[in-house]
């Protein structure tokens, strides 16, 4: 079985302040690795994958993730938060031979202050 | 424009009543997935199908039932065994069904917000 651990249900920033999410799974497999945003009563959209390759995945709106083996680890960064990244955040993994099912993480609700 | 539709937004059904999501794509893929959102618990999955006329359960499938009639339709129907049916429920899709191993990403629907009262 897999898990996703989001570290923090809510988090506060400033405008131009670095945001930082935290996300921990537990796979028997290295699993694929995802990182959704949600707006609300919106569906998901996806910010950006690992599937295998390079560890630094680069996304969508200025956001990056870094996959740590070792510390079965997926944090997502943004170096200057703005405004319109108020949302709710998402960490994922699935696992490709069995149905390519998600498991999804509790969420993290990021409030960004002027 | 290719994408998931989920109709109606919102819905409201009394207790008891048995009620149908839809979920439509016209991406041409293979599998579809069904989650049910609550706050607090990120997204649960209930349903999956992998092809057309074939579909398993998913972690939390008591009280729903689905069919796969169509590969571009989906839909999930809430039973009055569901002793907690409001929620949010989301729609997926992705191209690779019994293919199996897919780099490619689940694409989600708008969702449809469900209220029984």
């Known amino acids: 079985a897999q898990s996703v651990t989001q570290l923090g249900s809510h988090v506060s920033v400033s405008e131009g302040a670095l945001v930082l999410l935290r996300c921990n799974y537990s796979?028997?497999?290295?699993?694929?690795l995802f990182w959704y945003v949600q707006y609300p009563n919106q569906g998901l959209q996806l910010l950006l994958k690992?599937?295998?390759?390079?560890?630094l995945v680069k996304g969508i709106n200025g956001f990056e993730a870094e996959f740590k083996k070792s510390e079965t680890s997926f944090h997502l960064t943004k170096p200057s938060a703005h405004m319109s990244d108020a949302a709710e955040y998402f960490c994922?993994?699935?696992?490709?031979?069995?149905?390519?099912?998600?498991?999804f993480g509790g969420g993290t609700r990021v409030l960004v202050k002027p | 424009d290719g994408g998931i539709t989920q109709s109606p937004k919102y819905l409201f059904r009394k207790e008891g009543q048995n009620v149908t999501l839809s979920c439509e794509q016209n991406?041409?893929?293979?599998?579809m997935y069904w989650y049910r959102q609550d706050p607090g618990q990120g997204l649960r999955l209930i349903y999956y199908?992998?092809?057309?006329?074939?579909?398993q359960k998913g972690d939390i499938a008591e009280g729903y039932s689905v069919s796969r009639e169509k590969k571009e339709s989906f839909p999930l129907t809430v039973t009055s065994a569901q002793k907690n049916p409001t929620a949010f429920y989301l729609c997926?899709?992705?191209?690779?069904?019994?293919?199996?191993?897919?780099?490619?990403?689940?694409?989600f629907g708008p969702g449809t917000r469900l209220t029984v009262l």
């Open positions: 199908s992998q092809i057309v006329n074939d579909f």
């Open positions: 994922a993994v699935s696992r490709p031979a069995a149905g390519n099912k998600l498991t």
């Open positions: 991406l041409n893929h293979d599998a």
């Open positions: 796979s028997s497999v290295p699993p694929y």
């Open positions: 690992y599937t295998t390759g390079a560890t």
């Open positions: 997926a899709s992705l191209p690779a069904g019994l293919a199996g191993t897919s780099t490619d990403t689940q694409y």
